[in-house]
C-alpha cells in the first residue's frame, strides 16, 4: 500500500516549465510522465500547486516517516520501547558505534590518524530507531537507521552507500537495518540503488502500488521506453523495492 501520507507530501509545483510533479526530473520527459501519472492514481487535482512547499530538503519526508514509525511500530510490537528520532542524531550515541567518540577524539589530535582514516564514519541517518541498550550500558541499540531521499539522483546513491559501508565497517554487535524511503517516480533511478552487494536492505517507496500501476500502463501504451518497465520489473525481483507498508512490520519483526 502506499504511504498514508503519500497524498500530503506528493503534488504539482511550478517550474519554468509550467506546474510539474514536485517528484519529477523535468529534464528526463519519462520522469514527468510517470510522476504525474502517480498523482493522478492518487487523485491529487492538476492545475494547482499542491504537496510541500520544499521537496528537496527532504525535510518533510523525514519527519513523515518518523511521525508514522513512532505510531506503527507499538502496534506490532508494544512490548518493545521505540524510540524514534529526525537527525541530527549520530551513531556514536548508539550502543554499536559509543566507540566512535574515542576515535574521533584521538583522529582530532593526531593528523596521521585524521589522514588515515578521515572522519566520513560521523554519520547522522536521517532518521534513527533505537531500542533500550544493555542493561551495562546507558546508551541505546540502533535497531534502525533510514536513509530519507525525496527523489534518487547518482550523487544520493552514491552517499547512501557510502554512509552504509561505514556503519557495516565501523560497528559493533549486530548491524542496524539499513534502508531508504523515497518518493522517486523513474524505475532506473530507483534500480540503481536497488541494485548492489548488501549496502542497503531494501528502498521503501510512498507510493508503491501507485508507481506499479502507471509505469505498467505507460509502458503498455508506449507513451514510456521498455527498459523503464523492465527496470521496475528487475526491481521487484530483486526484492529491494518494497511499499512504504511492509517498513515498520519488518523493522517490529526482526
Known amino acids: ?30 520522469s514527468v510522465e510517470i510522476a504525474a501519472g502517480v498523482l493522478d492514481v492518487l487523485s491529487v487535482p492538476r492545475g494547482v500547486p499542491t504537496g510541500v512547499v520544499d521537496p528537496k530538503s527532504g525535510r518533510p519526508l523525514e ?16 512490548a518493545r520501547e521505540w524510540d524514534v ?27 596521521e590518524l585524521r589522514i588515515t582514516l578521515g572522519r566520513d564514519y560521523r554519520i547522522k541517518p536521517d532518521v534513527t530507531v533505537g531500542l533500550p541498550g544493555r542493561t551495562d550500558s546507558n546508551l541505546p541499540f540502533l535497531h534502525a537507521a533510514v536513509s530519507c531521499k525525496w527523489t534518487i539522483r547518482s550523487d544520493r546513491v552514491q552517499n547512501i552507500r557510502h554512509e552504509n559501508n561505514q556503519m557495516i565497517r565501523h560497528r559493533r554487535e549486530r ?11 523513474l524505475p532506473s533511478r530507483l534500480a540503481a540503488i536497488a541494485r548492489g552487494t ?15 500501476q502507471v509505469v505498467r500502463e505507460l509502458a503498455s501504451d508506449g507513451r514510456i521506453k521498455p ?5 521496475w520489473k528487475e526491481c ?12 515498520a512490520p519488518t523493522l517490529a519483526r526482526w
Request: proline letters at 7%; charged letters at 20%.
Open 1 to 30: 500500500m502506499d504511504a498514508p501520507f503519500a497524498n500530503a507530501l506528493l503534488g504539482w509545483k511550478t517550474s519554468k516549465k509550467g506546474l510539474v510533479p514536485n517528484t519529477a526530473d523535468t529534464d528526463n520527459a519519462a
Open 63 to 78: 519527519r513523515a516517516v518518523a511521525d508514522h514509525l513512532r505510531l506503527e511500530l507499538p502496534n506490532h510490537d508494544h
Open 85 to 111: 528520532r529526525v537527525a541530527p542524531a549520530s551513531i556514536s550515541s548508539f550502543v554499536q558505534y559509543s566507540h566512535l567518540n574515542e576515535v574521533d577524539r584521538l583522529v582530532k589530535t593526531n593528523p
Open 175 to 185: 548491524l542496524p537495518h539499513l534502508v531508504t524511503v523515497t518518493a522517486e517516480p
Open 198 to 212: 548488501g549496502e542497503v536492505d531494501a528502498v521503501y517507496h510512498i507510493a508503491y502500488d501507485a508507481l506499479d
Open 227 to 231: 527498459d523503464q518497465l523492465d527496470a
Open 236 to 247: 521487484m525481483g530483486l526484492g529491494r523495492v518494497r511499499p512504504f507498508s511492509d517498513l
